[in-house]
């Protein structure tokens, strides 16, 4: 057919939604839209009525991405296409599994600026523990935490962490949505997955021009500026363009201030109407607030001590990042797709830091510890390859992709471990001093990892209202470390097998009901940097059983998921009971739980978004030397995962032109210890926002943040079961943005 392109800033699956569809009829919709050669005019009559689908001026839709598959900025996505969950390319309503898809757009029209704030304050379950030393980018999902148990990736690639940090992404005005696959996920990338996966999943290149500008700024001297570009270059080549740069004085003095950018651009050459290539590469530069938490004082952190920072005046903490990646998709014929990827992962980090702190009551100081420098050169290359067919198998219909994915990674990390200093200073004023000149870091390991992995993955259709899923995936890593400092060497081998199957039944085609059994293997420390006191022990194992209900109603208008499931990992390195010294591999975890979430689109322009996670989880079988003596923690819950966990969004577009929303996240009880001895409190965010549209193609907001003040700790430290420090979050703070786009 021949392509209708049309310059204008909104999607037409969206405004199907803003004159009365529901979800489930949008892409109708949208083909009956295109049929009838929709025009800008027709578009701009609706303008008014699309603040209350939670439109902005930043989505565009191109004619030729007929396709449909990008998420829409309303409910839950169960229709839309996924590939975190599946490389079939399922939807969540025809995955046995839980899963949450977040328009990049939902992220950006409530203000979540960061990939972390994204995925906390839109998906079922999850949180955050960020903090500087791993990237801050680290979740918790089903009773497990940490880089090393909930993956992440960036347009379906893996970069492996190393030292248990992850760096990027972090930015989300470059993202068309990020997918969260909550439960064990190895049998789709590997181990390191037992609590679930969160894939980024970036903009592509569009055949329509399209461009659009933000500019933000607020409390703090916050000031936000980007661009996003995309459009043809000729009759083959469309390009995409994303900037985004943030600074701000920041909340905590001094050394609180912080900074990033971030860059992604992108080629896709359009071969044939069958094969196409697209080029990128993706840049991320962080500078972010030399801030390594608050010390607690009768397990509370004062409010006189709230934005005070005891970092040294010198302190640096730099993340550069850069992915480049080329993917080839062909498709010879409807029932046959080829993909593949070959990219260079790169990550030069830096931190110069004093990052322990705790009140000392003696002598009404605040007692420092942990000098420290570290660098860590990364660089991963590889490549992943994947063939999917459609046909018959015994007479049903049947899907199967099977593909390998090989990986080369160089890691270099130095460090002053050798250092050992501490000192004191003023709870109030003083001088916070330098880095010692004497402490600073010298090479200490490299390593060196090849790492190959096989899956296949298939889809058996029974019956218009049954299908058998099933996925298998073995990995083979190995690793050879080198002590730059003595020379010693020492190699291991590691080998995990992942696998899952599943049930799910339609009784109507937009109700699923569903059950599942998977596996997952996890690294016993981040596999890239493991150290030579850990390489005699194996992967820890887990698996998942879990049923669930999802389905939409009333024409889409309400989208709601139930889930229960129970997870087991075993092999955690565990104290030999009667010994102070001997490590066995004998440990246990698990966790089971109930999650739901709920979108319903109401009249007169109401949306309520709500989801609630409610689980416990617990060592079963866990030893550790505390004072001497092996104790048992067996029963505790485990560091860093809360049990309660829910979001509530309210929106009301309660006037032409005009929508008003209101954020409600909600967070249980954490411990920063394994005996629950030094318990971080459970906390209540309340966020808010006000969008008005100018005019169908430009937006002003006002974004409020933590708006009752709440002092919460994100992650913490302890130290003999008394918590030291805890890393808060951010204060009340407000920003106004204004999006154009052309």
Known sequence: ?????????????????????????????????????????????????????????????????????????????LKTPDRGASRLGLTPLETPASIDVISGETARTRGQNTVTEAVTENATGITTVAAPGNGNGAFTSRGFAGPNSIQQLYDGTRLFVGAGTVTFPFDTWNIERIEVLRGPA?????????????????????????????????????????LDSTGPIGDAVAYRLNVSGNRSSGWMTPEGEFQNLAVSGALTLQATPDLSFTLSHDLGYQEPARYWGSPVIGNRVPDSLRFRNYNVRDAKITWADNWTQLKTEWTPSADITIR????????????????????????????????????????????????????????????????????????????????????SVPVFGGNLGLFPQDGRAIPAYATATNQASVFAENRLILSEQFALLSGVRYDASQLDRENLQTGGRFGKSFGGLGYRFGGIYNPTPDIALYAQYATATDPVGSLISLSQSLAGFDLSTGRQVEVGI???????????????????????????????????QVGQQSSQGVEAAVSILFPEGWRVDANVAL???????????????????????????????????????????????LGVQYVGETFNDFGNTAPR??????????????????????????????????????????????????????????????
């Open 681 to 742: 409190p459970a906390y209540a965010l309340l966020n808010a926002g006000l969008d008005y549209q100018v005019t169908a193609t430009s937006r002003l907001s006002l974004r409020g943040y933590n708006l009752t003040d709440e002092i919460f700790a994100i992650s913490g430290n302890a130290v003999n079961g008394v918590n030291t420090n805890w890393l808060l979050g951010r204060p009340r703070t407000f920003e106004v943005a204004y999006t154009v786009a052309w």
């Open 615 to 661: 689980l416990h989880a617990q060592y079963d079988d866990f030893n550790q030397v505390v004072n001497g003596a092996t104790v048992s923690f067996a029963g505790r819950q485990p560091i860093d995962v809360p049990e309660q966990v829910s979001n509530l969004w309210l929106n009301w577009a309660f006037a032409p032109r005009w929508e008003a929303r």
């Open 550 to 584: 999802k389905g939409l109603s009333f024409g889409g208008s309400l989208e709601w998921t139930l889930a229960g499931y129970r997870i087991v990992k075993n092999n955690l390195i565990s104290q030999l009971p009667g010994t102070s010294t001997v490590s066995v």
């Open 186 to 226: 190895s049998v789709l990338y590997g181990d390191g997955a037992i609590g679930g996966i969160v894939n980024v999943v970036t903009k592509k290149p569009l055949f329509t021009q399209f461009d659009v500008v933000r500019i933000g700024g607020g409390s703090y001297g916050t000031a936000r500026l980007a």
């Open 1 to 77: 057919m021949t392509t209708h392109r049309i310059r204008t800033s909104v999607s037409l699956t969206a405004l199907a939604l803003a004159l009365g569809h529901g979800p489930a009829a949008a892409q109708e919709a949208t083909q009956e839209a295109l049929a009838r050669r929709t025009t800008l005019e027709e578009i701009s009559v609706a303008g008014a009525r699309l603040v209350g689908t939670g439109l902005s001026p930043d989505v565009a839709w191109d004619p030729k991405d007929v396709s449909l598959t990008r998420a829409s900025p309303v409910g839950l996505n």
């Open 340 to 423: 593949n990827t070959s990219y260079r992962l790169q990550s030069r980090r830096h931190w110069l830091d004093v990052e322990q702190y705790s009140f000392n009551r003696n002598t009404g100081l605040v007692d420092r510890g942990d000098y420290l420098e570290i660098y860590h050169s990364q660089e991963q290359v590889g490549n992943r390859f994947d063939a999917a067919f459609k046909g018959d198998l015994f007479g049903f219909r049947n899907e199967f992709v099977a593909g390998f994915d090989v990986n080369h990674i160089d890691f270099k990390h130095t460090n002053n471990f050798y250092f050992d200093k501490t000192d």
